[in-house]
């Protein structure tokens, strides 16, 4: 026992010397009844500490005995981890694709699974921790191994001369690598074994296939050969860090096993499944596949934003209606590039059909979207609902329709947990490469001017002006913007989002609130830049000069151009003209301060237009900067290192803002020029450089002619799914999902044909013996007295014979079963050997055609020293 504080007593205080001891063990109370047995379990736990003297070792034996007790106490139950899940295979050409699916008396199903690990709770000592400690696991993940051959055990997956690791993913959460420390008997320790190398990207249920991870040469599998794959659940815990390390004082009691993996599956041991890729051509008497693992479908956003992480792309259509309308209501997005990730996992099971995706909703707002279900429909029947809410990024496989879905809530830009700071993609695309005419100031860390996105994690005590964003309160701790840098590098660092841009001096930003503007509110956006003035953006232009004094009429930075409008050839607006409501005359809309942007902007957010600002300095005239066009020069400095930028053309895509006050969609710029007018102070100037998303200092490149083909550039971006922001006026139970996220696609270009007796009769063309010519052995046969070649790519019903050159028949199959190969043992109906040579093999398949083939083969001696 333990003895009293005020009367401790040890061996070690007592001074005993070292020696044998002798021990008594008792068992009961308990009755035996006449005739009666009764078994009496003795244990005896010992224990040695490392260090510490030999007190230490009695300290470690109360824990190590606290544990053998609470085994005893559960009668020595086995901790069992997450069932595996059952396997599903599709075999298609030199592919295969696995479904993970957990049936309902899983101790996993719906990803669930958690169990108690006994021997946890009797470690607990507020020594060590004033919390109690987590005793529960609970799942984490899947692996899936790929075996040498049918011989290799589920025992053996950690042996990499016999099984080897060939997909994996775990929950997206803050748990990394798993390492279990298994005790060495050799080495007197625990040995740490890297059990899990994190993915961290959530949880998926089907995975293509494709080489083979114990092939020597070409890694591609091999058709019509055996594959052996076994998959497994695992589960985690880590109630206190394991560590090794001496200062740690209290490592050594930590989790040496956080990684737990099942035993079995929810209807008895693991099972290894057999997997044989092959051409699908000719089953269902003949097959045409239209999809391929992972495509999508064209996705139509019906109501609500936002994306979920996936990169978005307009379809053609959409972009024309968006261009004569300024928005769509409905846009389509190109297949795969939706805002939620429908992709096909079965080519040979997706059917043409409408389907419906719907979140929660509720009129009154109740419903919080972040822990949202959603409801998947098809032609108007629910086919089933979300296992998970969207708070937890999950594949959930729609098998009898060959596709999955997989919808997880993410952050907007600058979101903690985001592993790009919200950046998904950038690219600039010319429609003639050969002729790229566009460039921009490359910003580039150091010196002021050039260092114009405040991307990274510099402080300069001594320049404040050189220092990177971080809008963290003085003394807080930093709260850097992109400490990683992920936005300073977008087409070359010539674009940014603009509040990553300098507000300094020959800066693109700044205002007096211009810390407060967010980071979130970017969005993914195309800007076109195009000679087709039909397509070019009516826009205000705002000074860039520095100086006020220099600057045309005396206009501050970024107030509206003190210069007459023009209109799409440059030509000015006369003075006193007033206002047009002509779209060709220079006066069209205001008289002074504006001009066209030769393009235009649209969200792929909202499908709507966008809005779009431009600036010139009026005192560098002599590159282009008092002409109000957008027409910047290749010239980045005069000769004594004065700032020219081009003639400072700073270029600026607006948002449709949440806020009805705010910023609208396109309006050719009517909005900015009320806000702004002819002498904007410091709070109409917040009012409108709050709602700027993207900014860039374009340049031209020297000796290229300017706007001589169409540029593209893009950027896409995380937004969060949220309620959708429409027209004023228009109410949410209006609208098709009371404004809360819902989308539509239709499978008809990605739907298999079966039946199809055309491709049936190609699929003849396909049919091969394998090997031929056969040299003695081939690599299916499993044994020294096996014999095996292979007919592959037969139809489902057919008849194979088999002739020698004199045309004996010398076997006959008859085939009705949906394999597309059969087996010959290379031996006659009598079951004899054949005799080396040559034979045709003639195919009848009714319906659809003929095939002969010629094979030749040599055999080998009977090895007798198998037995």
């Known amino acids: 026992g333990i003895p009293p504080a005020n009367k401790k007593w040890t061996e070690e205080l007592a001074g005993n010397q070292p020696g044998d001891r002798r021990f008594m063990q008792s068992a009961g109370p308990f009755t035996l009844e006449s005739g009666a047995v009764n078994y009496i379990t003795v244990g005896i736990p010992w224990a040695r500490a490392s260090s510490g003297g030999p007190f230490a070792s009695v300290e470690l034996l109360r824990k190590i005995d606290d544990k053998a007790q609470a085994l005893f106490d559960n009668c020595f139950k086995v901790l069992d981890g997450p069932d595996a899940p059952e396997l599903i295979v599709q075999e298609l050409n030199k592919t295969v694709i696995l479904y993970l699916k957990n049936i309902e008396a899983s101790n996993n199903a719906k990803e669930d699974y958690e169990e108690e690990d006994v021997t946890i709770p009797a470690l607990n000592d507020t020594t060590v921790s004033k919390d109690r400690f987590d005793s529960l696991y609970h799942f984490q993940g899947y692996q899936i191994f790929q075996l040498h051959d049918a011989f290799v055990a589920v025992s053996d997956i950690r042996d990499p001369d016999k099984a080897r690791l060939v997909a994996q993913c775990d929950l997206k959460d803050d748990v990394a690598n798993l390492v279990n420390y298994v005790y060495d008997e050799k080495l007197g320790g625990s040995v740490p074994n890297l059990m899990v190398e994190a993915d961290n990207k959530g949880i998926r249920h089907s995975f293509m296939l494709t080489e083979d991870e114990f092939a020597t040469g070409d890694r591609r599998l091999v058709n019509n050969k055996k594959y052996y794959f076994v998959a497994i659940a695992y589960a985690y815990n880590e109630f206190l860090k394991y560590s090794q390390n001496p200062d740690d004082l209290n490592g050594l009691y930590g989790q040496k096993a956080p990684y737990l993996a099942g035993r079995k599956s929810a209807v008895g041991p693991i099972k290894v499944h057999t997997v044989i890729p092959h051409i699908p051509n000719p089953e269902a008497d003949g097959t045409i596949i239209h999809s391929q693992y992972g495509d999508g479908p064209k996705i139509t956003r019906i109501d609500g934003r936002g994306n979920g992480g996936n990169a978005l792309e307009f379809t053609k259509e959409t972009v024309e209606t968006i261009l004569k309308e300024n928005k769509i209501n409905n846009p389509e997005y190109t297949n795969g590039h939706g805002p939620i990730n429908v992709i096909v996992i079965d080519p040979l099971r997706v059917e043409a059909a409408d389907y419906t995706l719907i979140f929660d909703n509720d009129n009154n707002g109740a419903v919080d979207i972040d822990t949202s279900h959603w409801v ?102 930093a709260q850097w913007l992109d400490a990683e840098e992920h936005y300073e590098k977008l087409i070359g660092g010539t674009w940014a989002p603009y509040r990553l841009a300098s507000k300094y001096e020959d800066g693109p930003a700044g205002t007096s609130t211009f810390t407060s503007y967010k980071l979130a509110i970017i969005e993914s956006v195309d800007i076109i830049l195009t000679s087709d003035k039909s397509k070019w953006s009516r826009c205000v232009v705002i000074e860039t000069g520095d100086e006020p004094t220099s600057s045309q009429g005396n206009k501050a930075k970024f107030q509206t151009r003190a210069q007459y409008s023009i209109d799409k050839d440059g030509v000015f607006a006369t003075a006193g003209s007033g206002i047009s409501t002509n779209e060709n005359d220079p006066n069209y809309i205001s008289e002074v301060g504006m001009g066209w942007f030769p393009g235009y902007a649209i969200s792929l957010e909202t499908g709507e237009r966008l809005n779009i600002m431009y600036g010139e300095s009026s005192w560098l005239v002599k590159e282009n900067g008092a002409d109000m066009q957008f027409n910047p020069t290749s010239n980045f400095y005069t000769n004594l290192g004065d700032v020219l930028f081009g003639g400072k053309h700073f270029l600026y895509v607006l948002r449709h803002s949440e806020d009805a006050a705010g910023c609208p969609a396109y309006d050719e710029g009517r909005w900015i020029w009320n806000t702004l007018g002819t002498n904007a102070n410091a709070i109409k100037l917040m009012k409108v450089h709050r709602e700027i998303m993207w900014c860039s200092i374009p340049m031209a490149v020297n000796g290229q002619e300017w706007l001589n083909n169409d540029v593209t550039i893009s950027f896409r971006v995380t937004q969060s799914y949220k309620k959708g922001i429409f027209a004023s006026g228009v109410k949410a139970d209006e609208k098709e999902n009371s404004m809360y996220p819902m989308y539509s696609f239709n499978t008809g270009d990605l739907a298999v ?48 014979s088999i002739y020698s050159t004199n045309g004996t028949l010398v076997r006959r199959f008859k085939k009705d079963e949906t394999n597309t190969f059969l087996d010959w043992d290379l031996k006659n109906h009598a079951n004899i050997p054949i005799a080396s040579g040559t034979y045709y093999i003639y195919v009848d398949a009714p319906g659809i055609g003929e095939k002969v083939l010629k094979w030749f083969g040599v055999l080998r001696p009977v090895d007798l020293n198998a037995f």
């Open 753 to 800: 044909e079966i039946g199809v007796n055309t491709a049936a009769q190609n699929a003849l063309d396909l049919i091969r013996v394998v090997p031929n010519p056969y040299y003695a052995f081939s690599s299916y046969e499993e044994n020294q007295l096996d014999n095996r070649v292979k007919i592959t790519n037969l139809p489902e019903r057919c008849t194979v």
């Open 376 to 477: 998947l429909m098809k032609n108007g029947d629910t086919l089933g609902t979300s296992d998970l809410t969207i708070a937890i990024a999950n594949e959930q496989l729609f098998l009898d329709e060959g596709i999955s879905v997989t919808i997880g809530q993410i952050s907007a830009p600058g979101g903690a947990d985001l592993e790009l700071n919200g950046m998904i993609s950038s690219r600039i695309r010319y429609a003639d490469s050969s002729n790229m005419w566009l460039f921009g100031v490359p910003d580039a860390d150091g010196g002021r001017s050039m260092n114009w996105i405040r991307s990274g994690t510099l402080e300069d005590q001594a320049t404040p002006e050189n220092n990177d964003y971080d809008p963290a309160p003085s003394g807080s701790p």
